[in-house]
């Protein structure tokens, strides 16, 4: 379901190129348009990786948990090692907590860099050759 909304954004950047795909277009206004449009996407792109960020983690957490009451259940618990390392609730909360700050964290600064890398020396590039062309 939420994938879906990653591929409409897709769909209607693809219909705005080509709509814009029109021979009678100058070099410049090409460009402008190609510049608008990859900006949009990056833009998207990383609205769409914040927000999956959550639904991700509590998706994981329901599946973590649970797996844990279906182990106990079974009688399989293989999480003895974690009853070993955390003594109380308390201890799992702020490790789960402080866990969850730093991947969005990492998660965050990696999206912007890999974006960064992936779309960002283009955009300069276009962007300069707008310049150029005034």
């Known amino acids: ?42 833009k998207r792109n990383f609205q769409l990786t914040m927000a999956m960020l959550p639904v991700c983690l509590l998706f994981a957490g329901y599946l973590g948990y649970e797996d844990g009451k279906t182990a106990i259940a079974n009688g399989t618990d293989d999480f003895s090692r974690f009853h070993s390392f955390f003594t109380s609730s308390k201890q ?3 490790f ?12 965050y600064y990696f999206t912007k860099w890999y974006l960064q890398k992936l779309y960002g020396k283009y ?12």
């Open 96 to 107: 789960s907590v402080i866990y969850i700050v730093a991947l969005t964290i990492g998660t």
């Open 123 to 134: 955009l300069v590039e276009l962007q300069s050759c707008i310049k150029e062309l005034e």
């Open 1 to 42: 379901v939420v994938c879906l909304l990653f591929f409409i954004v897709l769909v209607l950047l693809y219909k705005r190129v080509q709509k814009n795909n029109i021979p009678e277009l100058t070099v410049k206004d090409n460009l402008v348009c190609i510049h608008s449009i990859i900006k949009e996407y990056t």
């Open 92 to 94: 799992v909360i702020i």
